[in-house]
């Protein structure tokens, strides 16, 4: 019984092997970048037409002989990759030739997410990863433009705000400068230039704390009750504006803290780690582009590429901590933030290499801290001088 069983395994190897090796034949003299040699094509199709049960020794080591040379030849293309590659050429020819409008449609939609039941298993893992990096790459993208025009928006209003109390504080000192020998027109002048500051000082504040609310009643900002009900509160001093009024001022200056703190999270945290998740996003999308593009594609294990995008993610969000706050924070998109959390994001390995190579100077130095120094002498390694 085990020697039968030994046996029908044997066989089914040898014929799976058969197989593999018609596939990859067929692929590289389809390949006109890929040259076989005559010699290679005639021991491949004599292990192919053997029959199973009229292979020798000399015959199997001439079929995995032959498997060996193909398998190099053709790297970094594999046999799964090339059914992969088949699965899908003949699901699309399918779909074309036998399909009216309609059913192209659906054919489409149940190929993209892999839900074809008479596809092999092999292809619908395999759409079912292309979907899901579709998914992400899309998904990714959609919150970062979201999150760069509100961001940005944002910046712009507070640069706006700033500017405004900057022009009202320089119009509060010409209105101290101003006397009884100063003319009645340049006092009125003043004032009014100082009560449309305010107006558009008003608005600038009412356009922040629009803006940060809505985070708050979504949950990603959190007030206490005593800022809401100031917040709140604001509302009856916009009706009348009074230049004197210092209850306005306050609340101007809160609803600018607020803005700000929350400018800063979105900007140095929450913007990195979106950078840092396309960034990670992109390169498997352009690995998997190659790799389709080659026929080289196969579906890698579940969880390496959820691996790479945390990682990206990761150092992504650990690139808005590298870089300080500049002084001009609010004035505009943060270039080398961007371009370091993109970087970071897109490619790990460069990222980790530095960390390696700043923990290889760390090692180095504190080796040399540890390491006695024979630079100056001690008062014993001094030589007397020669006596008289």
Known sequence: MNAYLKADHHTARIRQAQETVGRMLRYAIGNPQITVSEDLINRSVKSLYTRHEDFSAETEILLWTVYAQLSQLI???????????????????????????????????????????????????????????????????????????????????????????????????????????????????IRNEILTLYLKLDAASQALSDLVMPLERLGFLTLSESTLNTLKSCARYRDTIDPENADLLRCVALERKYASATYTVLSRYVLPLLLGFIGATAYVTRHTLFQLATNSYAPSPHGMMTMRL???????????????????????????????????????????????????????????????????????????????
């Open 75 to 189: 790297s970094p293309v594999t046999d799964v990759s090339i059914q992969i590659a088949d699965g899908l050429k003949n699901t699309a020819a399918t779909v074309e030739d036998t399909a009216s409008e309609k059913k192209i449609l659906t054919a489409k939609l149940i190929r993209f997410f892999g839900l074809n039941s008479h596809k092999s298993l092999l292809v619908k893992r395999c759409q079912q990863d292309l979907g899901v990096i579709t998914f992400c790459l899309l998904m990714f993208v959609s919150f970062y433009v979201v999150s760069q025009c509100y961001i940005a928006l944002l910046s712009e209003t507070l640069t706006h705000s700033s500017q405004l109390l900057d022009d009202l504080k320089a119009q509060k000192t010409a209105e101290l400068l101003l006397n009884e020998q100063s003319p009645a027109n340049q006092n009125l002048q």
């Open 310 to 388: 945390c990682l990206g993610g990761l150092l992504g969000a650990i690139s808005g901590i590298f870089i300080s706050a500049d002084a001009n924070e609010t004035q505009g998109f943060n270039l080398n933030l961007t371009l370091m959390s993109l970087t970071m994001g897109y490619s790990i390995e460069v990222a980790f290499s530095l960390f390696d190579s700043g923990i290889d100077r760390i090692k180095e130095w504190t080796k040399s801290l540890r390491t006695p120094s024979t630079a100056n002498p001690t008062v014993n390694d001094i030589p007397s001088a020669p006596p008289k």
